[in-house]
């Protein structure tokens, strides 16, 4: 079982960057397969990046190019470099395994303003 605890979001311009972090707690050692998922005002929460295992990244296509996933085993964190920030980014931020499988953390909130 992996527990997480999500921070860095917070309000930025459109067009600025965020740097997201998830710790993680638990089983984290054997580096599971990891993500970032957004929930959007009114909207279901979506999978916007990806890590497999074996360090093999994915993108929904509303975020690529601009996002980036990253992970420190070693710290036990999973990043999200966010570039280029739209009004459309706007939501709620939670890691996750890409299935959700784990408890939900209570995410960070990134607010963009145009």
């Known amino acids: 079982q992996v527990h997480v605890v999500e921070s860095g979001g917070g309000l930025v311009q459109a067009g600025g960057s965020l740097r997201l972090s998830c710790i993680a707690s638990?089983?984290?050692?054997?580096?599971?397969?990891m993500g970032w998922h957004r929930q959007t005002p009114g909207n279901q929460r979506e999978l916007v990046a990806s890590?497999?295992?074996?360090?093999?990244?994915d993108y929904s296509e509303s975020v690529k190019g601009r996002f980036t996933i990253s992970r420190d085993i070693a710290k036990s964190t999973i990043y999200l470099e966010m570039n280029n920030l739209t009004v459309e980014d706007t939501g709620v931020y939670y890691c996750?395994?890409?299935?959700?499988?784990?408890?939900w953390g209570q995410g960070t909130q990134v607010t963009v303003s145009s």
């Open positions: 996750n395994h890409p299935g959700g499988l784990f408890p």
């Open positions: 638990g089983r984290f050692s054997d580096g599971p397969a």
């Open positions: 890590m497999s295992r074996l360090g093999r990244k």
